[in-house]
């Protein structure tokens, strides 16, 4: 097998990898802004320096030459090379910044020219924090700079699209952003103009930025050229933690990180799966995290005599099954595609307890939304997984009839809008008694409820959600809600990188709860007021009982999960 | 004194031989080399030719043509190739392109007729510089009529070879000049250099195998054909054979571009063909071969001649043989100021030393033009070319920084007389 010598250890490789990437690959660390695994490789920013030779080889007879001592005789390129750009090949002999004094230089010398013409407004940089300059800068640059004169000046908050903001003076023109429209989304919405030290990227003529993944040059810049126009200033990046979950806009379920400050989700950033997403975000996705924080409902609540009252968990859960078991047989469920899979589990196995039966789900189909990549028609996240737990989507015409027939005597709509959707009128729904375990308080449905238990949304529970291509993947909190809750807390725990959250984070306060509970835990306490024998387990020992209930869910517990998900056996 | 042109005063022209009118086809007559190339010679003996002329690349690089026309890989079916005749000539200094377009354009169309047959190419893309619009006005009208005449185009004179030129105009940027920046020009994008290997003769214009020659370089294939590679490589120097198109610019009596063997003495050259300095004042600095390469201090041209090998023991290069000649009265400062400037200028800003370093280069040189240097600024300013030299995609940051750093280094009394002596000095000033 070829191999190579980096910093005087050697590396056997296969193919012709790019130097850069295999160095990232094996964890040795080299300074680099231009360079994008997915994108072509213009060796622009000129960072990625290293020093390159070969074994000086006989040619007649292929020996090593040596020299008197009998050290092999090794003869390196006259210039320093970017180490993005250059392939490997048999026998070279690599030194990185590690062991060349020649390659720290170039690359100490390269930062100080990036900074000569950077404005240094880190203090008020949205990307400060995470920013590859300012890290790479502390970390390899000059310890000042011996520019005397006025930076150039370019154009500031120039709103390129309706997301994306740009200040032209942080720009290194790395060009990123403009491959990433020619390369990735190939919307070609962005071009680099003007030219030399005035430089920077704009929308050709006449041109909005206003691709469906226009956000995306916003992690890509390495600088804070690019910036959201929604979380502009809204928070610095220490004050935030992230904790890995997906996104719900529709059944991709691409991998992301939710970002949350004082129990708020303020941004959604993409996470890296190469087998969903790679790299990559839809526009809408990262928009829906108001919804996480806005409008939601307070408590669980019960109308009396006409009129919502709020209540505590035990009374409403006690109304609720007193509901069910006044319909007995006729009770009809609905499962959610918006809810996990556990959720919908622990729905069938109540609705089997009571002797109710679940209709199915309700489909969010919007034809003509998808695009083949990151964007589904399916707007609901978990479509699949109803499908694999046998569910099959609600019509609209059946669910009137059976209710108009007065076949229904109460209804338990597990996360989902029946009326927002279209499924059945308010009016029809006036006659039955309707348990309402919703997410969100912008429900047509309410107006019908009688029952309405609040459940955590996606940002606040543990769960399992399938995507379209048959991926099980988790979910664990990003946020919390009101009320001691040892499972949630204990997975947030472990979904935030300290453990705690940042010292500006304060999430464990009042501030924020929202008192609302996860399905896995409700639905048992449903059952158990119902007087069913129900266990109350949580959420991961009830994915364990459907991985091997399930044939269509075999493997997926969440050990084998893990954070990237797992690829479920064709249904 | 004997040099290596040899008896260059009986010298006969054959770039832009001393005929009226010589732009019309009529006149230059009708492409008798390519007559000939296309009767006689098969496309390897043709490169066979021009490779044994010893003729290398007029743009610069100096690099051997008939070797560059070789690098093209076996022809493939379905597989276009190219030429590309480089005629975007920005360098300051340098003008004699221009010349050629304007007084014996056939010559280079002809060169590049015969150079398409060499390298088996279909079409050929003549870029030139946007600024010479009266003499790209004139090739299209000379073209058109070689069109007429079956010289360009389908079945040329009914030998079953057919190829196409198509003049393309530039947009007015130095660094189209650069062969793959030209390139990505042509193909409607920014014209950013690409990064080589792959080099333009396994992935050049679209991709596709492309060879790439300066337009005066061309020129000189139809007297070769015609004449034969040993004649053309005994003219000159015999490292460097051939004519030259001198371009003199600066302080001299009669500035112009003069063809002369290669191997010119510069004394000769300043003296006898540009008629010594203007006024009578003596000769301070001499850049032998546009703005990019080092300058040469008068004291350093002694039994130099325009060769490659001998201006390189002087410590410069040809470039393109457009010759400036400072007098004694030059300021080298705002000499170098107005280099910088150029650069600063017309970098493309791709890479981060060349579009950073241009401009603060040029700040500092700036600065000590107006008084306000400090000596420390100069030590910068070379520590700048090192840190810009070798570092980029192409070779224009290094074409930046020779002429800073070797100014700096030939004329340092020069820079430090007008630099304020020290911080402190200049604090007790004020």
């Known amino acids: 097998m070829a191999s190579v010598t980096i910093d005087g250890r050697t590396y056997e490789f296969e193919g012709r990898p790019r130097l850069l990437q295999f160095c990232l690959d094996h964890g040795i660390e080299i300074p680099h802004f231009c360079y994008h695994p997915s994108m072509s490789v213009p060796a622009n920013c000129r960072q990625c320096l290293i020093d390159v030779g070969a074994l000086m080889r006989n040619r007649a007879t292929g020996a090593l030459e040596r020299d008197e001592d009998g050290a092999p005789i090794i003869r390196y390129m006259p210039k320093l090379q970017t180490s993005c750009s250059h392939t490997l090949s048999d026998g070279q002999v690599i030194h990185t910044r590690r062991t060349s004094q020649k390659v720290a230089q170039a690359q100490r010398d390269n930062l100080e020219f990036l900074l000569i013409n950077h404005p240094l407004d880190c203090p008020i940089c949205d990307q400060a924090g995470m920013c590859p300059l300012q890290i790479q800068a502390y970390k390899y640059g000059p310890e000042g700079s011996r520019f005397e004169f006025k930076k150039t000046h370019k154009p500031k908050k120039v709103k390129l699209g309706p997301r994306v903001v740009l200040d032209a003076e942080r720009c290194i023109n790395c060009t990123r952003c403009t491959r990433f429209t020619d390369e990735i989304s190939k919307s070609h919405q962005l071009t680099i103009i003007e030219r030399g030290v005035k430089n920077y990227p704009m929308t050709p003529p006449g041109m909005t930025f206003d691709e469906p993944y226009s956000m995306n040059v916003i992690d890509l810049c390495p600088v804070g050229a690019l910036t959201s126009a929604d979380f502009r200033f809204q928070a610095r990046i220490w004050e935030m933690s992230s904790a890995p979950s997906i996104t719900t806009t529709n059944a991709k379920g691409s991998n992301c990180n939710y970002w949350v400050r004082d129990n708020l989700v303020l941004r959604v950033t993409p996470r890296e799966n190469p087998a969903v997403n790679e790299f990559w975000l839809p526009d809408e996705d990262r928009m829906a995290y108001r919804r996480f924080n806005e409008d939601r409902p307070e408590g669980p609540q019960v109308r009396t005599r006409g009129a919502f009252h709020a209540a505590s968990w035990e009374d409403a859960c006690a109304y609720a099954a007193r509901l069910l078991r006044g319909a007995g047989k006729r009770a009809l469920f609905l499962a959610s595609a918006h809810a996990p899979v556990e959720d919908n589990y622990l729905l069938i196995r109540l609705a089997a307890a009571v002797g109710g039966r679940v209709a199915g789900f309700i489909e969010h189909m919007e034809p003509g939304h998808g695009d083949g990549w990151l964007r589904t028609d399916d707007r609901a996240p978990n479509s699949e997984g109803c499908r694999r737990l046998g569910l099959a989507p609600v019509g609209a015409e059946m669910l009137r009839e059976e209710i108009a027939s007065g076949a229904v005597g109460a209804l338990y709509v597990l996360d989902d809008d029946p009326v927002g959707a279209g499924l059945v009128r308010s009016e029809d729904l006036s006659d039955i008694p309707v348990i309402l375990h919703h997410y969100h308080t912008t429900n047509e449905t309410l107006l019908s409820a009688d029952v309405a238990l609040p459940s955590a949304t996606v940002a606040e529970t543990i769960g399992t959600y399938v995507n379209e291509d048959g991926r099980a993947q988790r979910v664990v909190p990003a946020k919390a809600v009101r009320g001691a809750h040892r499972t949630l807390m204990m997975q947030m725990g472990l979904s935030r990188a300290d453990r705690h959250g940042t010292p500006f984070d304060r999430w464990h306060n009042e501030s924020n709860l929202i008192n609302c509970k996860p399905g896995w835990e409700v639905l048992p306490m449903v059952a158990r007021a119902a007087g069913c024998d129900f266990m109350d387990r949580g959420p991961r020992k009830v994915m364990r009982e459907v991985a091997d209930t399930f044939e269509a869910f075999a493997g997926a517990t969440y050990k084998v999960m893990g954070l990237g998900g797992h690829s479920l056996p064709p249904r | ?430």
């Open chain 2, 1 to 430: 004194m004997a040099t290596k042109a040899g008896d260059w005063r009986s010298y006969q022209r054959v770039l832009l031989p001393p005929v009226r009118d010589l732009h019309k086809l009529s006149v230059y007559g009708d492409y008798a080399a390519l007559r000939k190339v296309l009767a006689e010679y098969s496309p390897q003996e043709v490169a066979g030719i021009v490779k044994k002329s010893g003729l290398r690349g007029r743009g610069g690089a100096g690099f051997p043509t008939g070797l560059k026309w070789s690098f093209m890989p076996p022809i493939k079916a379905g597989v276009p190739r190219f030429l590309c005749c480089n005629g975007d000539e920005s360098e300051p200094g340098t003008f004699k392109d221009r010349q050629l377009m304007e007084f014996n354009p056939h010559q280079m169309l002809e060169g590049i007729l015969i150079a398409n047959y060499a390298i088996t190419a279909k079409t050929c893309y003549l870029y030139v510089r946007g600024e010479f619009a009266d003499w790209i006005t004139l090739i299209d009208a000379e073209l058109a009529k070689a069109y007429e005449a079956n010289l360009v185009g389908d079945n040329i004179m009914g030998t079953g070879f057919s190829t196409d030129i198509v003049v393309h105009k530039g947009a007015g940027a130095y660094i189209c000049g650069e062969e793959t920046s030209l390139m990505e020009s042509l193909e409607g994008k920014r014209a950013y250099p690409r990064i080589k290997p792959p080099f333009p003769a396994q992935s050049g214009i679209w991709g596709y195998p492309t060879t790439i020659n300066n337009a005066d370089t061309l020129a000189c294939v139809p007297p070769i054909i015609k004449r034969g590679a040993e004649w053309f490589a005994g003219i000159g120097a015999p490292g460097h054979p051939g004519p030259i198109l001198y371009g003199i610019s600066g302080h001299v009596n009669c500035p112009g571009v003069y063809e002369y063997p290669s191997g010119m003495l510069i004394t000769d050259l300043l003296e006898e063909v540009a008629g010594g300095m203007r006024g009578g004042k003596a000769l301070k600095a001499v850049v032998p071969g546009g703005a990019s390469v080092p300058v040469l201090r008068a004291d350093m041209i002694d039994g130099v001649t325009m060769d490659a090998g001998s201006l390189k023991k002087a410590g410069s290069m040809l470039g393109t043989a457009g010759m400036l000649f400072l007098d004694e009265d030059t300021d080298m400062v705002a000499f170098l100021r107005r280099v910088t400037r150029f650069y600063h200028h017309e970098s493309c800003g791709q890479c981060t030393p060349c579009r950073d370093g241009t401009g603060w280069m040029e700040n500092l040189v700036t600065r000590i033009d107006e008084g306000e240097g400090n000596l420390r600024d100069l030590d910068l300013l070379l520590d700048l070319c090192n840190q810009m030299e070798g570092r980029t995609v192409c070779a224009l940051a290094d074409a930046a920084a020779w002429p800073v750093r070797n100014t700096i280094l030939r004329f340092r009394k020069d820079f430090e007389a007008k630099c304020r002596s020290s911080m402190w000095t200049a604090k007790t000033v004020a």
